[in-house]
């Protein structure tokens, strides 16, 4: 059992009142550039006769491709306002792709790990919660332990990564979002700090495209139940959208149960001819247990961490953890996460609101400015975090189009400010179960502060060929006060060690792109940009040992990349794209799992190089037919690096030509499915999937490599239109997810080379006892749902 939390809040009521008492004339939008995003239904009149009857949609779905063409809008005049939205989307010469609603709006999407699988380049691993998944583009995260690093997220155009980097998916409910941008590769001069990797915007569904109530409920195997609901309109100067959800489930690991809620707002109000304000509101409330991380060899014993009550009677492959009995020095107890109460009760809350200006319908000023409060109570190990990490973030940009020397120019230039405030506690856990709190181990006061200008130019040459060039300059200021704690006898007489960084970096990022389109058919891409992204302040104060100490050499990492690729489409029924890669990374920051549990450690990698392919197919082969693919080849090595381990003395080992961990050289999503769009199965559609990861190394030396794995996914879907003065349309659909039972490593964190004392480095025998690394994934699971769409 787990406690209940209520969904319904005072500002929700509000909200929902809000968007039932709007004017109630109706005036036209600007026309926006294409992007690939599902297209509201088009309003029908009412019938005169009210008796109910049924009408499939399939018939009148439009199939979308899930590419999304990078090439600016051709043969439209585009607004300053809709050219400064297509940066958050799919900005003119990035390798980018639109991941749209209809490919996931027939299925039970839990999680964005659940979605994000289709577009190249992207890798995801399970997190520490039910909805906290590791994202990477490019392997940008996939040698980080936690959340997500080295990639930008913002959600409506308003920043959803802290000033310190960090960003996390628990408040992120596919179900909320009518599309997804991908934008793959060092992306820094448009996006500043830390992306590195590149950049995701989450676009949620406009209020004139839901233009009533739904609700929708999806359950399944291992207690899964999510209640949603999503309410819009546009009804006047005012449209606005409400999202909300109710997910939690037993958890198919033991001590993994969750309950968590979210609310999702964007409202936009025409003020005047001229001025449009956007207001935008996210909450998420998560109370999770969490298991504990396990070596190759628990996990091969016992991945699913069954049987582990007690440390004292735990079955093989039971992960624990060691507990000071009196919570500060001493004697320890070993126990399991169960007994211990690890988990996870966090709060997100991000509040924030835009104002854009039109000068003339060439020029376009906007300013936003965004509150992110993110508070954690985390009992991950044997030590607890606590904390509140407030930040606030301000932009102003100024969009221009218009001609240079004839050629139709988009100019962009703009600046930002943001800052992040920390007091951070880390507590032992003793013993008692419910994360028993001892005494104190360490406190982190710190400051993170970002501040920048940057500029962009796009200047269509000719009819075929357009530039782009754009450059960032960015100052970060790190500063931080760590306070370790030791305890001596069994009073535990409290010692201090004071550890202080006070630094400032600063970095530029410049950028450079072709695009080139030869015919209707065929377009090309080159592109050379580079990316940075500098240490977390609680980075420079964890030894590899995970206790705390001085690790303030931390240098930034910066990437310089090269991408070459075309996207052809020859027909409406086919749509093929390539790119392929290679980045230069200096001073690359890697993580790895320390002894304690939930403790990650990190250095920097003096060169790196990163070179891949990425490759995606949409084709709709045959009446109702249609196969979706996408593709990553990832190849990721050091090529200066030397790692000192420590048994006594130190001992050195040159990892050159080594792999980087925690990088699965091949993945694949591939989709086979049939939609019927007339005739008496009308509405009904079905698919299989199949994903496949590689297996990969989890460690430094290449000496251990976590296994890969291939599953398939099965589906079928109903959906019908109703014509009804309350009923709009109802959705049914199955899945079984996982249907061969696979045992499979659903996320691994890179572990630490160990060497004897003779300085020889242990085997992989060896390794594959070292815990804090591995969560299994789903087994079989069945997974049903519907939703219910109203006028």
């Not at 009196?326 to 690890?342: H, K, M, P, S, Y």
């Not at 960015?474 to 009073?491: F, H, I, P």
Request: one cysteine or more; aromatic letters at 10%.
């Amino acid at each position: 059992m787990f406690p209940h939390r209520a969904l319904g809040s005072a500002s929700l009521l509000v909200l929902c009142s809000a968007l039932s008492t709007v004017p109630s004339d109706v005036n036209a939008q600007a026309e926006l550039p294409p992007v690939n995003v599902e297209a509201p239904r088009q309003a029908r009149a009412r019938p005169v006769a009210r008796t109910p009857r049924v009408r499939t949609a399939s018939a009148r779905r439009a199939t979308r491709p899930v590419v999304a063409a990078t090439a600016p809008a051709q043969g439209k005049t585009v607004t300053a306002s809709a050219a400064r939205d297509t940066l958050s989307q799919a900005p003119a010469g990035q390798t980018a792709t639109t991941v749209d609603r209809g490919q996931f709006d027939n299925r039970p999407s839990f999680s964005v790990g659940d979605v994000l699988r289709d577009s190249p380049g992207i890798s995801v691993k399970q997190g520490n919660g039910p909805r906290d998944i590791g994202i990477s583009i490019r392997g940008s995260n996939a040698r980080n332990g936690f959340g997500i690093r080295n990639l930008v997220i913002s959600e409506d155009g308003f920043p959803v990564t802290q000033p310190d980097g960090l960003s996390r998916s628990d408040l992120i409910d596919p179900r909320a979002y009518g599309a997804i941008d991908v934008i793959r590769g060092p992306s820094s001069a448009l996006y500043g700090n830390y992306a590195t990797g590149g950049a995701l915007n989450f676009r949620t569904r406009p209020g004139g495209s839901i233009d009533g109530v739904e609700y929708g409920v999806d359950g399944g195997s291992f207690g899964y139940l999510n209640n949603y609901l999503a309410a819009g309109k546009k009804v006047g100067n005012f449209e606005a959208s409400l999202f909300a959800s109710d997910a939690r489930g037993d958890g198919f690991i033991g001590n993994s149960w969750f309950n968590t809620q979210t609310v999702n707002f964007l409202g936009t109000l025409q003020a005047t001819s001229d001025d449009r304000f956007t207001v935008k509101f996210i909450n998420n409330e998560l109370s999770t247990r969490l298991p504990i991380r396990s070596s190759l060899n628990q996990f091969t014993q016992n991945p699913f961490q069954q049987g582990c009550a007690t440390g004292a009677t735990a079955a093989p492959g039971c992960g624990t953890v060691s507990l000071f009995n009196n919570g500060f020095n001493g004697t320890r107890d070993i126990e399991t996460a169960v007994q211990a109460g690890l988990g996870r009760d966090d709060r997100r809350t991000i509040v924030g609101g835009r104002w854009e200006h039109d000068f003339d319908n060439t020029t376009t000023w906007r300013n936003q400015f965004v509150f992110d409060d993110r508070n954690i109570n985390q009992p991950t190990g044997p030590t607890s975090s606590i904390g509140d990490y407030p930040s606030y973030n301000y932009m102003s940009d100024i969009t221009k189009r218009g001609e240079i020397f004839g050629m139709d120019s988009t100019s962009f230039v703009g600046g930002w400010y943001n800052t992040l405030t920390v007091s951070g506690d880390t507590w032992n856990v003793m013993p008692g179960g419910d994360a028993t709190l001892g005494r104190l181990s360490s406190n982190l006061l710190s400051t993170t502060t970002n501040y920048g200008v940057r500029a962009r130019e796009e200047l269509k040459l000719n009819s075929s060929l357009t530039a782009v060039a754009g450059i960032g300059w960015e100052t970060t200021v790190l500063k931080g006060l760590n306070t370790a704690y030791t305890y001596t006898g069994a009073a535990g007489v409290a010692s201090t060690a004071l550890t202080a960084a006070d630094r400032q970096l600063q970095n530029t990022a410049p950028e450079l792109a072709l695009l080139y389109r030869l015919n209707s058919e065929w377009l090309f891409r080159a592109r050379a940009a580079t990316g940075y992204g500098t240490p977390q302040v609680s980075n420079l104060f964890v030894l590899p040992s995970g206790l705390s100490g001085n690790n303030t050499q931390l240098q930034t990492q910066k990437n310089l990349g090269y991408d070459l690729g075309f996207d052809w489409t020859p027909n409406n029924a086919l749509k093929l794209s390539a790119t392929g890669f290679y980045e230069f990374f200096r001073n690359e920051l890697v993580n790895q799992a320390t002894p304690l549990a939930g403790i990650s450690y990190s250095f920097n990698a003096p060169r790196s190089e990163h070179r891949g392919v990425e490759l995606a197919a949409d084709w709709k082969f045959y009446s109702g037919w249609r196969f979706t693919a996408a593709y990553t080849y990832l190849d990721e090595v050091y090529t200066e690096y030397t790692e000192n381990i420590a048994n006594g003395a130190v001992f050195s080992f040159n990892r050159a030509g080594n792999k980087i961990p925690g990088i699965s050289p091949n993945e694949l999503t591939a989709r086979v499915g049939y939609d019927a769009f007339s005739g008496r199965l009308a509405g009904l559609g079905a698919f299989v999937e199949v994903q496949w990861k590689d297996s990969f190394y989890m460690d430094n030396a290449n000496l251990l490599k976590a296994p890969g794995y291939e599953l398939v996914n099965l589906n079928v879907h109903y959906k019908t239109d109703f014509v009804s003065d309350t009923f709009r349309s109802l959705s049914l659909y199955l899945e079984v997810r996982n249907v061969f039972d696979r045992t499979y490593v659903a996320s691994a964190n890179n572990i630490t080379n160990s060497v004897t004392a003779a300085g020889v480095q242990n085997p992989a025998s060896v390794l594959a006892n070292t815990t804090g690394s591995i969560y299994a994934g789903s087994p079989r699971a069945f997974v049903a749902g519907m939703k219910v769409a109203f006028r």
